[in-house]
């Protein structure tokens, strides 16, 4: 009898020393502690992971894991209203939990995106949407910006790595009526700020508006054409000058043959790599002789009559393509 309170008051002294001595190391060593008591609790997966991927344009690829088959059959709709012709490979696995809410609105939204890449990939879970891939133009990638710009209510752009083909970034700069309006897209967030401070300077007094957004992967002298333009706009009264794929447009209207004569100076300095189109004219002076009216420089180089049948003084070709 004596023998068992012994070992039973044996056995009840070890666990209270036990106790006391994780007690004392969970004191000592919290983190250790907390790993301990989270080791006993079983991890959920997320019942909501959708990775679609763009192989190209009539060929899609569906890839995580959705709650259930009521998740699985709207999610299928919403992919197949967005692309109607495409070959869908479906892998997505159903968790067989219970139904969450899976973010539709997100979801349409990211399909959307999606739509406007050549090939590309859209991830979407409870903390919001990531895309990544690239557009076939310069404008897609435009119109792809301003549409992840304002995503809906409730839905956050976590991640947007969408690129532009290299050859397909296009800038443009117009002047006219009191305002200069810069569109497109830029190289990276350096020339942005360059090119904002060099407009604010050239144009001081005028209305200056910037809807250019950064594409990134821009030729190692596009940002000296760029300026350059800058520097030949403001000699404009209006037109406009665009760069696009290692070509320059110039079409404008200059006050006076006098800052005709400076842009055909500055269209000599162009970087090599870009061939220039350009159609730059000035109003015409009338003569006090009664002749025709002085020539205005143009793109076009050619000679112009005078009364007397012989050829009067040639316009002068600006910029041709080098």
């Known amino acids: 009898m004596w023998g068992l309170a012994v070992l039973g008051l044996t056995g009840a002294l070890a666990s209270l020393l036990t106790f006391r001595a994780d007690k004392v190391a969970a004191q000592q060593h919290p983190i250790a502690a907390d790993v301990m008591t989270t080791a006993n609790v079983a991890v959920m997966p997320s019942a909501f992971s959708i990775r679609v991927v763009k192989v190209s344009a009539d060929k899609l690829k569906l890839k995580g894991l959705v709650a259930t088959e009521e998740d699985h059959k709207a999610l299928m709709g919403l992919v197949k209203a967005s692309f109607p012709s495409a070959d869908v490979s479906d892998r997505l696995k159903i968790a067989a939990g219970a139904k969450t809410d899976m973010k539709l609105g997100g979801i349409s939204f990211a399909l959307k995106a999606l739509s406007f890449l050549q090939t590309g990939a859209a991830s979407i879970d409870e903390n919001g949407v990531s895309l990544s891939g690239g557009t076939e133009d310069g404008s897609t990638f435009t119109e792809f910006k301003k549409f992840v710009a304002a995503p ?10 969408v690129t532009q083909p290299l050859s397909s970034v296009s ?24 090119l904002e401070a060099t407009v604010q300077a050239l144009f001081a007094g005028l209305e200056i508006v910037d809807e250019t957004s950064v594409a990134g992967g821009a030729s190692e002298s596009w940002l000296d054409a760029a300026m350059h333009s800058l520097q030949v706009l403001c000699l404009l009264d209006s037109g406009f000058v665009q760069l696009a794929d290692h070509k320059i447009q110039l079409y404008g209207q200059a006050s006076d043959e006098a800052k005709l004569r400076k842009i055909d100076s500055l269209a000599d300095n162009y970087p090599s790599s870009f061939a220039l189109d350009s159609k730059v004219s000035a109003p015409t002076q009338a003569s006090m002789f009664g002749l025709p009216s002085l020539p205005t420089i143009s793109a076009a180089a050619e000679r112009l009559p005078v009364a007397d049948g012989s050829t009067g003084v040639p316009t002068v070709a600006i910029g041709a393509a080098r």
Do not use: Q
């Open 171 to 194: 800038w443009r700069a117009e002047i006219g009526n009191g305002k200069v309006r810069l569109t497109g897209a830029v190289a990276d967030k350096s020339d942005k700020k360059e």
């Open 152 to 161: 809906p209510t409730g839905v956050i752009v976590r991640e947007d790595i």
